[in-house]
T-cell receptor, first 115, second 117 residues
């Protein structure tokens, strides 16, 4: 079965600092999808991005950017100029096309941005 | 459009009681997932359905847990009898994988926080 590892349990930064959240995955499938979700203190899970295994282009969305590298099986997430509102738990997830699309999540990284 | 709707939002019960959690997925979605979130184990996939049919229930912890999806707009997760270690937040999510143009993302409900005393 697929596996997602988020080695950073907690990260604390000061506002305006850049921060990178690491995600390493394992899969035997050649077609798979990677995701990042945000869980703010209110508890809901908010979709941020999806990447398929055939698209290694990095993506930027405002202050958020994602670096997908198949060579290292990583899908890292960077927040530029962090803000207090970015404080949340961030989950990386993997879905295998050949495994009926069930999605497995990493343990999450708790990001605290201090003013 | 309404998102995934879960009920109840909070449930406090005593050990041994039956608990039923409910979920209404987004209309038109063909996959439905039940996850459990705890501090110790994070987000765990319990079971998921495709077109109302259970596909993988290997994550269901014990026979005390059961899930049904009688139709495309409703699913239940039942725990009978409940135990204190079942205390967690239970999330329901739905997704659309068939067809083109979808992102395959899961849309989550707000969760049902269960406390078993």
């Amino acid at each position: 079965a697929q596996k997602v590892t988020q080695a950073q349990t907690e990260i604390s930064v000061v506002e305006k600092e850049d921060v990178t959240l690491d995600c390493v995955y394992e899969t035997r499938d050649t077609t798979y999808y990677l995701f990042w979700y945000k869980q703010p203190p209110s508890g809901e899970l908010v979709f941020l991005i999806r990447r398929n295994s055939f698209d290694e282009q990095n993506e930027i969305s405002g202050r958020y950017s994602w670096n997908f590298q198949k060579s290292t099986s990583s899908f890292n997430f960077t927040i530029t100029a962090s803000q207090v509102v970015d404080s949340a738990v961030y989950f990386c997830a993997l879905s295998e096309a050949g495994n009926n699309n069930d999605m497995r999540f990493g343990a999450g990284t708790r990001l605290t941005v201090k003013p | 459009d309404a998102g995934v709707i879960q009920s109840p939002r909070h449930e406090v019960t005593e050990m041994g009681q039956e608990v039923t959690l409910r979920c209404k997925p987004i209309s038109g979605h063909d996959y439905l997932f039940w996850y459990r979130q705890t501090m110790m184990r994070g987000l765990e996939l319990l079971i998921y359905f495709n077109n109302n049919v259970p596909i993988d229930d290997s994550g269901m912890p014990e026979d005390r847990f059961s899930a049904k999806m009688p139709n495309a707009s409703f699913s239940t997760l039942k725990i009978q009898p409940s135990e204190p270690r079942d205390s967690a937040v239970y999330f329901c999510a739905s997704s659309l994988f068939s067809g083109t143009g979808n992102t395959g993302e899961l849309f989550f409900g707000e969760g049902s926080r269960l406390t078993v005393l």
